[in-house]
């Protein structure tokens, strides 16, 4: 078990008196089977009206904030103390039916499944590419060419950290060669639907080790529906299966469903904005 302190700090300055309309928070972590919270706080300046919790269609936390003050900063704080039990990530059973690549979903979670499915939305980009994971010939486990697709992602193209907002296409991705965290996934999943997997989108944080000036990242990775195994995590950006260090906050179909922090503002005309993103994620 891992036991994590996570202080995920937003600015925004804005160059006039600003009102703050609604935003959405997701910041708080999924709680599932392995991931436990202990504590969770969110504090913001000014402070809200209001803030309304509630769960979306895919069982996120959402926090809805309400503002009665104008500003000319705003500054949103979520503290989190949690414990992660996914020590063992390979440790699972595929169903038998499951187990050897191609195969098909059973109709009862088709029912459930098909919105992360992609049939006929497939490239030639991708369809081209596809054919260096996959010959279609080749006698393969399911497991090992979701594998061998991640690890492809790593090896084959450069990482860069990219600022502007919104997500590459799968297709910008293969044509650069490069990409972020959450173009990378994007490329993975729509990679693994070209291929009859379901797939989704995850939004989260990493821990690695703190150094002078890294504590932890915000991070983006991939889950796979494999049966038995239920939705696993890939991240192709250092091309493993998630285990401990990996803590997911928001899943979705398409990556641009889940921001972190998402509202807007009404300022003088020529108002400008500027961003400040601060992660702490320690150990222990």
């Given at each position: ?121 497939s490239s030639d980009a991708l369809k081209q590419w596809s054919e260096r994971i996959w010959d279609g010939q080749e ?146």
């Amino acid at each position: 078990m891992k036991r994590y302190r996570i202080r995920h700090s937003t600015w925004y300055g804005f160059s006039g008196e600003a009102t703050l309309e609604p935003h959405k928070l997701r910041v708080r972590p999924r709680v599932d089977h392995d991931v436990r919270i202990l504590s969770a706080t969110l504090t913001m300046s000014p402070s809200a009206r209001s803030v309304h919790w509630y769960r979306d269609v895919e069982n996120n936390s959402v926090a809805v904030v309400d503002f009665d003050k104008t500003c000319e900063e705003l500054e949103i704080v979520s503290e989190v103390e949690l414990e992660h039990f996914d020590q063992e990530p390979l440790d699972f059973l595929v169903e038998d039916y499951a187990v050897d690549f191609p195969f098909s979903y059973r109709d009862e979670d088709l029912l459930i499944l098909n919105p992360y499915l992609g049939a006929g939305e497939s490239s030639d980009a991708l369809k081209q590419w596809s054919e260096r994971i996959w010959d279609g010939q080749e006698m393969i486990q399911s497991f090992s060419l979701l594998s061998r697709l991640c690890d492809a992602i790593e090896t084959g193209f450069e990482y860069k950290i990219r600022e502007e907002p919104g997500v590459q296409s799968p297709e910008d991705t293969l044509s650069l060669g490069s990409g972020s965290c959450r173009d990378f996934a994007n490329l993975f999943i729509a990679m693994v639907r070209h291929f009859g997997f379901a797939a989704r989108f995850v939004s989260g944080y990493l821990f690695v080790p703190p150094g002078p000036e890294f504590f932890g990242t915000t991070h983006a990775w991939a889950e796979v529906y494999i049966p038995g195994a239920g939705w696993k995590g890939f991240d192709p950006t250092s091309g493993e299966i998630t285990s401990t260090t990996h803590i997911p906050v928001a899943v979705a179909r398409s990556p641009e469903s889940v921001p972190p922090v998402e509202g807007s503002f009404v300022g003088p005309p020529g108002t400008a904005l500027k961003v400040g993103v601060w992660i702490t994620l320690l150990d222990g």
